[in-house]
T-cell receptor
Framework: KAGVTQTPRYLIKTRGQQVTLSCSPISGHRSVSWYQQTPGQGLQFLFEYFSETQRNKGNFPGRFSGRQFSNSRSEMNVSTLELGDSALYLC??????????????FGEGSWLTVV | DQQVKQNSPSLSVQEGRISILNCDYTNSMFDYFLWYKKYPAEGPTFLISISSIKDKNEDGRFTVFLNKSAKHLSLHIVPSQPGDSAVYFCAARIEKLTFGTGTRLTIIP
């Protein structure tokens, strides 16, 4: 069974630009969550989508947004990029919503560098 | 406000010995705890979990202990192997998973 797939794996953007990252969950999984990993900060929760609805949102500015499609695939968008947005962005999927007790499974991540 | 803390950024252990990774949390409402392992350039992979109604869960070489009164979680790996060298994250759940900052474990051959 295919795992969580994230594209692109690596990208470089300029300050002020915007970026869209894509995530395909494990087949049958309906919940997709996004995390940001930076050195020393661990994994910071961005948001979770379940059945095309945002269930939870972390403490990130409105420049960070996401959506989920009817096939459970998800995208996250960051507008007006700042240098501090350089990070590994991880997508995770689970059968049901995170609060329902399911283990979440991560993709390999998208490395974003803002210059 | 860091609700889940891993106070040791790194740990080195001799091969064959026991590795003990620690995690502290502040919110007594967390009902489920997990450990993930992460190699460079890969996403975190699930290792083991424990419900708040238990105090121990074992899976092969991995055992997780939960001390609710101390709000403390630990992961024991025995015996430690070179392939265990990675960054380990603990996570705790209420409505969503909150992760610690990670501990880099290095197994010395």
């Amino acid at each position: 069974k295919a795992g969580v797939t994230q594209t692109p794996r690596y990208l470089i953007k300029t300050r002020g630009q915007q970026v869209t990252l894509s995530c395909s969950p494990i087949s049958g999984h309906r919940s997709v969550s996004w995390y940001q990993q930076t050195p020393g900060q661990g994994l910071q929760f961005l948001f979770e989508y379940f059945s095309e609805t945002q269930r939870n949102k972390g403490n990130f500015p409105g420049r960070f947004s996401g959506r989920q499609f009817s096939n459970s695939r998800s995208e996250m968008n960051v507008s007006t990029l700042e240098l501090g947005d350089s990070a590994l962005y991880l997508c995770a999927s689970s059968l049901a919503a995170q609060g329902a007790g399911n283990t979440i499974y991560f993709g390999e991540g998208s490395w974003l560098t803002v210059v | 406000d860091q609700q889940v803390k891993q106070n040791s950024p790194s740990l080195s252990v001799q091969e064959g010995r026991i590795s003990i990774l620690n995690c502290d949390y502040t919110n007594s409402m967390f009902d489920y705890f997990l450990w993930y392992k992460k190699y460079p350039a890969e996403g975190p992979t699930f290792l083991i979990s424990i419900s708040s109604i238990k105090d121990k869960n074992e899976d092969g070489r991995f055992t997780v202990f939960l001390n609710k009164s101390a709000k403390h979680l630990s992961l024991h790996i025995v015996p430690s192997q070179p392939g265990d060298s990675a960054v380990y994250f603990c996570a705790a759940r209420i409505e969503k998973l909150t992760f610690g900052t990670g501990t880099r474990l290095t197994i010395i051959p």
